[in-house]
């Protein structure tokens, strides 16, 4: 038994996962720019809510069938991205400041990394989560600071 089409589809991002080098940067720049055209915030956050579920299911079914962590996965870069957009400002220089924290933390996991580990497709998830909550944190401290 292999993956399913949809599942493929949702779970490389339409086929992002399989066809980019770069997939989670390309994944998370996407939804960047789709979300740039989707606010309010409430969609937003109703996409993060829909799709969280379904992540931590696909992220099994590929580790599965594909293995561990698998780069075309990246729906696991939509949830990251999702969760950093629900928290940032609607201005571009946030998007792009943000983006650029928000994958520094996704590529390097500078204290996290051990999370990856996690099997059965939930460290494939946690991860971004936890890199996403840290991006959030790093936005809230500036605009304490500032």
């Not at 497709?121 to 401290?141: M, S």
Request: proline content about 5%.
């Amino acid at each position: 038994m292999a993956l399913e089409p949809w599942e493929k589809v949702a779970g490389s991002f339409f086929y992002v996962g399989y066809k980019i080098k770069g997939p989670g940067t390309v994944t998370s720049a996407l939804v960047f720019l789709a979300a740039w055209f989707i606010r309010p915030d409430g969609v937003l956050i109703g996409l993060l809510l829909a799709l969280l579920p379904l992540s931590f299911y696909l992220g099994y079914r590929f580790e599965k069938y594909i293995g561990h962590d698998p780069s075309c996965f990246t729906l696991d870069e939509v949830i990251g991205s999702l969760m950093v957009l629900c928290f940032i400002p609607h201005k571009l220089v946030y998007n792009i400041i943000f983006f650029i924290v928000w994958r520094l933390f996704d590529i390097f996991k500078p204290f996290f990394k051990p999370v990856e580990q996690i099997q059965q497709g939930v460290g494939i998830v946690l991860d971004d989560i936890i890199g996403a909550l840290c991006t959030v944190g790093v936005y809230l401290l500036y605009s304490w600071l500032f």
